[in-house]
């Protein structure tokens, strides 16, 4: 391939998925319209959802899932440690995701709910792939955002820089002149939450549950407040910020 | 100018008319709110039914049908090593209607920005110039301050401005377009009672201010409190969420982006409205921040709306609308942070001035 008169290789890659529902690779077959050109600067050497290739010799790892098998730590850094670039790729691997739901609960008691009295090997809490491994980016959302893959993995495949908005739902919200949902007397993480999802939640009239984490400098103080102030439920409010798992640090700073 | 009158039924009609004819925009209830109020927004219509004529204030600006959120500003094309750039500052007609006084003279302030400068914006002139724009007088609501701001009248920036004087609109007819378009309706010259019950209106409207905002001298104040620990109390509170700045009909702050399209052949150059409460607004590359803190930022946005940038001659921003204090989830907002920072003043000129004791 050639870009403005630069060769540029093709990214070979490899899309591994942990715990999770496999809907954010899923994704990556999305969006019909520009598929072949993406796949187009993939050389893909290991991809379940796409093709039955198993080669090892990838640069880019995409993972997708949590983690909650020791198992699966040992396979997480084998991919580490063969990946140049190791990407997070959806809101399990960022942040522990849905799955992490199961953390305030004694893990015996998740099993016998779900699987009866059958011998199952989980560990207590659902983690981010970061307490195992370094990542080198990291794409949120659930299910991420195809066309923000899209990007990235231009961006990659040019050397461009990486960037994800650093500034919350909120702005995105606002541009489509949606009704605040706190005006309607609901609990939105949107001012806390990372743009970038052109705030498809509120815009549906759902609340935002913060699936993208939190923004860069948020200000959890004043949110907490606003909850406050307008008269709503902080418990409802604690419950939306455990959902995706990912404002641990504000949640146990509020003890 | 000229002045006409015209029956509200025939007034509606030609609205209809109007806005059947044009891609329009008004004010439409979008919304009930928490304690039962209507949520109004500029949205599009297509018949004068879909308006609400009698509508209180949208909770969003007009501002982005003249300056899209987002704006694609060029294309590129790559091919064989080499490349082409294609701009197009194509915009359709439309029509705004029911814009308020403030409203309008926040356009005209755009205007300035956009328009007056050494690089004048093709793409802000390109909708300028192609839209129409109906106004609307109405009862200030509680919190409005243009008044304050002396932004609560208007004489241009519209192409016909109507003032309820209760049968009938008094119409100030503004461009040779609308002139036309109501040839083919009933309209009147005023009388002279229609003359008096303008006045008369003009000044309700006038008395019905109940939110003051005491702006006299404030850039010097500003300059002086540059230092003032208020911006670090309201700093505090902000979310740094930009909500402020969306709603707001004069903040013109935009990003630009580039990005390549996925199949390499081609990339897009866009433009997005920002604002200077968000986090990154003042960093640059290599990463550092020029204005880390919240108070920072929020103290710059206030700046800019009450002292003025050389940019649009000082001239304070603000048209008073309130609608970024409505729409602030802190409860920030202009009236209290002004009336703030002039107490913060007063307390410190009392306290710099002792009266001197003996020992
Ligand atoms: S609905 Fe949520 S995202 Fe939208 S403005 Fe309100 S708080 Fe922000
Ligand atoms: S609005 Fe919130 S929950 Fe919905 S996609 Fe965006 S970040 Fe995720
Ligand atoms: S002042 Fe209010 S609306 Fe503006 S950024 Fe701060 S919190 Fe958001
Ligand atoms: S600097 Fe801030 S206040 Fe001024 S126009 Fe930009 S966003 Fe608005
Ligand atoms: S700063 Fe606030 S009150 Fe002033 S014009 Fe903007 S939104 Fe209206």
Known sequence: ?255 | MIYKVISKPEFRAFVDALVRANTSYGPRQVDTGRNGEPIYQFMPVSSADEIAFDYTVTASSAKHLLMPFREELSKFSFRDGNWSQEVSYDAPPIVLFGLRPCDINAINLLDEVMLKGPYPSPYYLARRKNTFIIGMDHLPLPDCFCKSMNRHTTDHGFNLFASDIGEKYFLSINSSKAFNFLKEFETADPTYEDDCLLIERRKTIKQSFQTNVEVTGLPMFLDLEFDSPIWEKWGDKCLNCGTCAMVCPTCYCYNVEEHVETGLGSSSREKRLYSCNLVDFAEVTGGHNFRPKNGDRLKYRYYHHYRGFAVNDNQQICVGCNRCGRACLAGINPKDVINDLRLEKESCMTCVSPSPQKS
Do not use: W
Request: include cysteine; charge should be negative; hydrophobic fraction near 35%.
């Open chain 1, 1 to 255: 391939m050639n870009h403005l008169g630069f060769d540029i290789e093709k990214l070979k890659i490899g899309s591994f998925d942990f715990t999770c529902c496999e809907g954010c690779q899923l994704q990556l077959a999305n969006k019909e319209s520009t598929l072949p050109e993406f796949l187009a600067l993939l050389d893909i050497r290991n991809f379940r959802e796409i093709s039955s290739e198993r080669l090892d010799d990838y640069d880019i790892a995409l993972v997708e899932g949590s983690i909650t098998r020791q198992d699966e730590v040992e396979r997480l850094k084998a991919i580490r440690a063969q990946a140049k670039v190791l990407v997070a790729y959806g809101t399990c691997a960022c942040f522990g995701g849905m799955n992490a739901q199961k953390n305030k609960f004694p893990k015996e008691e998740c099993i016998r709910t779900v699987y009866g009295d059958k011998q199952i090997d989980t560990m207590q809490e659902s983690h981010k792939i970061s307490d195992f491994v370094t990542v080198d980016y990291s794409i949120p959302g659930c299910p991420v955002n195809k066309e923000e893959v899209e990007r990235i993995v231009v961006s990659i495949a040019t050397r461009s820089p990486i960037a994800l908005p650093k500034y919350p739902v909120c702005v995105e919200c606002k541009q489509r002149l949606n009704t605040c949902l706190f005006d309607l007397g609901e609990v939105c993480l949107g001012p806390i939450s990372r743009a970038g999802c052109d705030a498809v939640c509120p815009s549906g009239k759902t609340v935002c549950l913060g699936c993208r984490g939190p923004a860069d400098g948020i200000n959890y103080d004043s949110f907490v407040q606003l909850v406050k102030d307008k008269e709503l439920s902080t418990d409802e409010m604690n419950e939306k910020l455990a959902f995706y798992n990912g404002f641990t640090e504000y949640l146990n700073h509020e003890g």
